[in-house]
């Protein structure tokens, strides 16, 4: 089953990953060791309440690229 648009789920490496940016960011930029379930729970929010903005310009930004290629395309018509 699809996950909805409001839904964004990341694979388990990128999962850990993130995590691991989010620990990183905290301990370099605020000086504060971040632990590894506030750090999933902070990601769990960014996807749920900044990931959809950024998913629908990905795809606002992939239909411009559509439709520009497109019309590169008709104008090459004869």
């Known amino acids: 089953m699809k996950n909805k648009p409001d839904e964004i789920k ?8 993130a995590v ?6 905290f301990e370099r930029e605020l ?8 750090a999933e729970m902070l990601l769990d929010f960014i996807l749920l309440k900044i990931g959809p903005s950024i998913y629908n310009q990905g795809i606002i930004d ?16 004869k």
């Open 10 to 17: 990341l694979l388990e490496d990128e999962r850990r990953a």
């Open 20 to 25: 691991f940016h989010l620990q990183e960011y």
């Open 31 to 38: 000086e504060y060791e971040l632990g590894g379930l506030p």
């Open 62 to 77: 992939a239909q411009q690229y559509i439709t520009d290629r497109a019309e590169e395309m008709y104008g090459l018509l």
